[in-house]
């Protein structure tokens, strides 16, 4: 079975610009989560959407959003670029977060954004 | 609020050595799950292990097992017979169940292994 799949794998942007960021997660798989990963912050967890709706959203401004499709894949876009905005973004897909064993996350690759 | 904290910043053990990551976790849900998570310096996250909140035996995977001390909130990653493979960023992450899927992540303890 293919594991969580992002794309683009790196991304040079210029602030102010907006970038799209997209996530295919593993088949069979309903929710997808995302995370901002800085060297300063860690790991920050930015939105979660199951059945294409947000169910839980972190501390970050409006700038980020995200989108959840029919086949669950999803995207998440940050608009107004800024130089703080540059870090590893993570996609995790699991099969069912309500389930008993409150269902393990599996991470993609990541996307490195550089934000000049 | 929940929260995460590994007091190891980074570790070194030799080569078929044992380790053990240190991880404390606070919340005030009942029901939660623990994870840990290696990260190589290619940035992927890789899934080792997972304990709920209500298991009553601590969890093994492998060379990993969790020491879970749940009074103390304690959950600590221990890898038996260290191999070089296994330098890398290491994570404890918490889930409460009413968070859905949302997950904390600890600052990460940085593993060396030495040949």
């Known amino acids: 079975k293919a594991g969580v799949t992002q794309t683009p794998r790196y991304l040079i942007k210029t602030r102010g610009q907006q970038v799209t960021l997209s996530c295919s997660p593993i088949?069979?798989?309903?929710?997808v989560s995302w995370y901002q990963q800085t060297p300063g912050q860690g790991l920050q967890f930015l939105f979660e959407?199951?059945?294409?709706?947000?169910?839980n959203k972190g501390n970050f401004p409006g700038r980020f959003s995200g989108r959840q499709f029919s086949n669950s894949r999803s995207e998440m876009n940050v608009s107004t670029l800024e130089l703080g905005d540059s870090a590893l973004y993570l996609c995790?897909?699991?099969?069912?977060?309500?389930?008993?064993?409150?269902?393990?996350?599996?991470f993609g690759p990541g996307t490195r954004l550089l934000v000049l | 609020a929940q929260k995460i904290t590994q007091t190891q910043p980074g570790m070194f053990v030799q080569e078929k050595e044992a380790v053990t990551l240190d991880c404390t976790y606070d919340?005030?849900?009942?029901?939660?799950?623990l994870f840990w998570y290696k990260q190589p310096s290619s940035g992927e996250m890789i899934f080792l292990i997972y304990?709920?909140?209500?298991?009553?035996q601590n969890a093994t995977e492998g060379r990993y097992s969790l020491n879970f001390q749940k009074a103390r909130k304690s959950a600590n990653l221990v890898i038996s017979a260290s191999q070089l493979g296994d330098s890398a960023m290491y994570f404890c992450?918490?889930?409460?169940?009413?968070?859905?899927?949302?997950?904390?992540f600890g600052p990460g303890t940085s593993l060396s292994v030495i040949p």
């Open positions: 995790a897909s699991s099969l069912d977060p309500t389930g008993q064993r409150g269902e393990t996350q599996y």
């Open positions: 088949s069979g798989h309903r929710s």
């Open positions: 959407y199951f059945s294409e709706t947000q169910r």
């Open positions: 919340t005030s849900d009942p029901s939660y799950g």
């Open positions: 304990q709920g909140s209500y298991d009553q």
């Open positions: 992450a918490m889930k409460e169940k009413t968070s859905y899927d949302k997950v904390i």
